[in-house]
Nanobody, 120 residues
Framework: VQLQASGGGLVQSGGSLRLSCESS????????MRWFRQAQGKQRELLAS?????????ADGVKGRFTISRDIPNNDKVVYLQMTNLDPADTGVYYC?????????????WGQGTLVTVSS
């Protein structure tokens, strides 16, 4: 599975951005799609996930501000992360990830990352 994240950029505090993660395979071929963020000097952190069944989950710090979604049935190879009310603390490189628990070893794929910069 190859992943391509896009949509990052410079936005003012309080603004919005939508990130896209394009997959080379149907997102239904993996167990879960996830978005991570890595701020400078910090560990990569999980922000949001969506399972094959469509169940979503969010980190506490983005709950109510970020929304992970799919474009079913129009496009089964893309996952989005809609981000609203952005804060400078949201600055970082955003990565999409696909994980498949049905294989042994489990599949784990990463996109190249897209930079989001939130100015105050």
């Amino acid at each position: 599975v190859q992943l391509q994240a896009s949509g990052g950029g410079l936005v003012q505090s309080g603004g919005s951005l939508r990130l896209s993660c394009e997959s080379s395979e149907s997102i239904f071929s993996v167990s879960i799609m996830r978005w991570f963020r890595q701020a400078q000097g910090k560990q990569r952190e999980l922000l949001a996930s969506i399972t094959r069944a469509g169940v979503t989950d969010y980190a506490d710090g983005v709950k109510g501000r970020f929304t992970i979604s799919r474009d079913i049935p129009n496009n089964d190879k893309v996952v989005y992360l809609q981000m609203t009310n952005l804060d400078p603390a949201d600055t970082g490189v955003y990565y999409c990830n696909a994980k498949d628990y049905t294989t042994s070893p489990s599949g784990d794929w990463w996109g190249q990352g897209t930079l989001v910069t939130v100015s105050s």
